[in-house]
């Protein structure tokens, strides 16, 4: 179990950037993997990306290749998601998650951080 808190959401026009950070207590993130998801109003909750501490795997949607970069700093239990090139259909609330490696999905949940992209 781990408490994980978003942050770094906003208001950026189409083309452009914003980091998200997803803080984690309670456990170290060591053995866990960690997913970014993302859920637009009106649409189900989709995968975006994901970062596997021990091995430093990542894997990506589709449609965020080449534009998000998923990224750790282990000392601080804190994943990060750089977004650029960002476009309107990005806009969402940002969803930071957490596994267990070779565990079961993902069992815990921040509380969301609202990303808007403006045309």
């Known amino acids: 179990q781990v408490q994980l808190v978003e942050s770094g959401g906003g208001l950026v026009q189409a083309g452009g950037s914003l980091r998200l950070s997803c803080a984690a207590s309670?456990?170290?993130?060591?053995?866990?993997?960690m997913g970014w998801f993302r859920q637009a109003p009106g649409k189900e909750r989709e995968f975006v990306a994901e970062?596997?501490?021990?091995?430093?795997?990542?894997y990506y949607a589709e449609d965020v290749k080449g534009r998000f970069t998923i990224s750790g700093d282990s000392a601080k239990n804190t994943v990060f998601l750089q977004m650029n090139s960002l476009k309107p259909e990005d806009t969402a609330v940002y969803y930071c998650?957490?596994?267990?490696?070779?565990?079961?999905?993902?069992?815990?949940w921040g509380q969301g951080t609202q990303v808007t992209v403006s045309s």
């Open positions: 998650a957490a596994k267990v490696l070779f565990v079961g999905g993902y069992d815990d």
């Open positions: 309670g456990r170290t993130v060591r053995n866990y993997v």
């Open positions: 970062l596997t501490w021990r091995s430093g795997s990542t």
